[in-house]
């Protein structure tokens, strides 16, 4: 087998999305799941890279809103870790215990959790530094990983026992203001997610059965992976003052009244939603990566022989000179590899732009644009390389997006009843909207007879309630929810 063969994805996405996402992490070198320990594996440059661009917008959007960047311990005290019951009662199984330390392997005298999340790590020093009214709105956020023992199979990016996330914590003096950070979380995970990644997503007002551990409400967004299935993405929660009152965070108010906080929590994963770049962009070839966050954003491939070499390799820095004051580019002069392998080496890896030069460009002073999201190929004269590049890059950020909006606009269904709700999720997948009761029964149901559907919830910011019959009970309901199978 060549080279060539070897480097490309092997199926197609709409065949075997599962088969095609493990092709695709191994290919693009994306990470490595070889890693000895169970759950945990090691991310590779050409993700890191691009994870790092993710990290960028999402952080200079959140501290441009007015939040600063902390940095709070991995580890836990069990103390701080059991103040809030029903937190405890949430995460208590997904922790990972340090129990022990030294050589001599010297017990510790309380055990430390590595923090699952840092609730109860930030909101134990927001009870000293918290005095007056002054003090207030607090708005810190940490970009950290963290680790939670996961019971289901783990996956790169998609789920792994270690991911990387912002953690944004924010405390106010009035439930208003908590409530009004609630949708600015919203508003950021717009400006990033779909702004500048592409991916869309519909935020959901989690059911209580299924809100984050000592929330007063969970609103999450999910998106639809090429199998139909959602894959949650950012969540934001309304903690309301379980936490304060658990951790005795109280302030002095304008009136000399001492009150508790109020307080909101936000949790974009940066690794996971990754996951959802690899799946919703990519394509047969391999990952299509919208230019804003593609480590590099143009890849020139000089074409030469012998005789050529030299004027050829000279050409391609000349033109990398061009236009890397404004972009990421690389110029590929590695000799060993013909030019068709480099083509699919950065196809693979969804480089977004590939300029191509060789003799016979030369002669007419020109270089050959190749997009990856198209594959349309264009003529363009030298000296309009810089700004043809610019433009370019615009379209193919703009075209990413619109293709994953239309693929979202498309998964979403209606059914009226569970046999209907079970052959839409079977041979269409994506969200489908039913009247639900708000029973824990008929959700039960839901879940066993459409092997896995998951009420995912409210649509938030939406007004869709519509008197209708509960799709398993019957009973007479205004609320309407989306059932999707899922991650
Ligand atoms: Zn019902």
Known sequence: MKMSEQEGITVKKGENFSEWYTQIVEKAELSDIRYNVKGFVVFRPWSVMSMELMYDFLEAEMRAKGHKPAWFPALIPESNFKKEADHVEGFGAEVFWVTEAGSEGKKLEERLAMRPTSETAMYNMYALWIRTWRDLPMKLYQRCQVWRYEGKATRPFIRSREFYWVEGHDVFATQEEAEAQVAEDMEVTENVLHGKYGIPFIFFQRPQHDKFAGAVNTYAADTIMPDGRALQLPST???????????????????????????????????????????????????????????????????????????????????????????????????????????????????????????????????????????????????????????????????????????????????????????????????????????????????????????????????????????????????????????
């Open 237 to 487: 929660h309304l903690l309301g003052q379980n936490f304060a009152k658990a951790f005795d965070i109280k302030f002095a108010d304008k009136d000399g009244q001492e009150k508790y906080v109020w307080q909101t929590c936000y949790g974009p994963a940066v690794s996971r939603i990754f996951a959802a770049v690899i799946g919703i962009h990519g394509d047969d070839k391999g990952l299509v990566m919208p230019p804003n966050i593609s480590p590099v954003q143009i890849v020139i491939i000089p074409i030469y022989d012998d005789s050529s070499k030299k004027k050829v390799l000279e050409a391609a820095d000349g033109i990398k000179a061009k236009v890397d004051k404004q972009f990421r580019v690389e110029v590929d002069a590695r000799d060993e590899y013909t030019p068709g392998w480099k083509f699919n080496h950065w196809e693979v890896r969804g480089v977004p732009l590939r300029i191509e030069i060789g003799p016979k460009d030369m002669k007419k002073d020109q270089v050959v644009f190749v997009r990856r999201d198209s594959g349309e190929k264009e003529e363009v004269k030298q000296t309009k390389i810089a700004v043809e590049a610019k433009r370019m890059l615009r379209k193919i950020q703009k075209n990413v997006s619109k293709k994953a909006d239309k693929y979202m606009k498309g998964h979403m269904h209606r059914a009226n009843t569970t046999r209907s709700l079970k052959k839409t999720l079977r041979e269409k997948g994506g969200f489908v909207k039913v009247n639900w009761c708000e029973s824990d029964e008929c959700a039960d149901y839901i879940k066993a007879e459409t092997d896995g559907g998951v009420i995912r919830g409210t649509r938030f910011g939406v007004e869709d309630r519509k008197r209708g019959k509960c799709v398993h009970c019957k009973k007479e309901t205004d609320t309407v929810v989306y059932v999707a199978r899922q991650y």
